[in-house]
């Protein structure tokens, strides 16, 4: 049986230390601020960001969250975000993807301020990553958390045959750029690839493919590292992951649940960053 990588117990250790943090930098009157954008109706989104908004609060950091009517227009929405851009008190801006169709997510991610771009979506920071630059910037909060599972369970990066199932901006393209940092060898899949053919060779399996059934026993080297991003609802209304826990369990070396995987660790990402770019903001 594989070892089950336990999310929330790493993300309460990681957010005891950024409520430490927090506590220091308000004792020298920097107090860390996340404005979080969140458009339209988006009822997974509107989850989301409650959660983020309550364990803001629990660490002691000042949330804003700014919700905006679906048929918000691209320039209302430029408004808001240049006005937190230049707003001093503001640390860390996280617009919700997705954004509603009339306005341009590209472009919206752009204008981000660098500084405060906790998710490291903005281009100087994903180039940044890119270029494995070791500067200080924000990197995307999910394979960033995905990165710290690795270390809090001594998984071996440098050498490894890693393959990443999905190349989203959110997970699977940053995902890449890190471990490819860490050394090891990578690939990237899209939906035109055989999954089993990359995967039965791989020391490192990370799928973010929000498809059910992505990964099953028979895809999977024995004593793997199996981490599951996806968050899908299942046919009796229950949250799995993409990977058929169950059976690749007993194979795999080391596997994340879902819940309780990496669903926790993008939120406790979130709030660490958040108080990392208070603590660069007065250099
Ligand atoms: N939507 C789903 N995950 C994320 C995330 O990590 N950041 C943002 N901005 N939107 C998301």
């Known amino acids: 049986m594989a070892t089950i990588i336990d999310g929330r117990k790493l993300a309460k250790k990681i957010n005891d230390e950024t409520a430490k943090q927090v506590t220091k930098l308000k004792s020298e009157n920097v107090f860390p601020c996340l404005a979080v954008i969140l458009v339209g109706d988006d009822q997974a989104s509107h989850r989301y960001v409650r959660s983020k908004h309550r364990k803001a609060e629990q660490l002691g950091i000042k949330s804003i969250v700014k919700e905006m009517p679906e048929n918000t227009t691209q320039e209302d ?46 281009t100087i920071n994903a180039g940044n990553l890119f270029l494995n630059e070791s500067t200080n910037y924000p990197v995307a909060c999910t394979p960033n958390g995905v990165m710290q599972m ?35 060898e990578v690939t990237v899949l899209n939906h035109f690839a055989e999954v089993s053919q990359y995967t039965k060779d791989a020391d490192i399996i990370v799928s973010a493919t929000g498809k059910l059934h992505t990964l099953r026993a028979a895809d999977v080297k024995a004593g793997a590292t199996v981490i599951d991003v996806g968050q899908n609802v299942d046919e009796n209304g229950k949250l799995v992951g993409d990977v058929d826990f169950d059976e690749v369990a007993k194979v795999a070396g080391n596997i994340t649940p879902v819940p309780g995987g990496v669903g926790p660790m993008t939120i406790c990402m979130l709030m660490k960053q958040t108080v990392q770019l208070a603590k660069w903001s007065d250099k």
């Open 150 to 184: 690795f270390k809090e369970y001594n998984v071996a990066l440098e050498g490894k045959k890693a393959v990443v199932i999905g190349r989203s901006t959110i997970v699977g393209r940053p995902m890449a750029a890190l471990l490819i940092n860490a050394g090891a």
């Open 77 to 122: 929405l430029m408004q808001v975000l240049n006005e937190y851009n230049n707003d001093d008190d503001i640390h860390a801006i996280l617009i919700q993807s997705p954004l509603p169709k009339q306005i341009d997510e590209k472009f919206i991610m752009k204008q981000i301020n660098p500084k405060k771009d906790v998710d490291g979506f903005q």
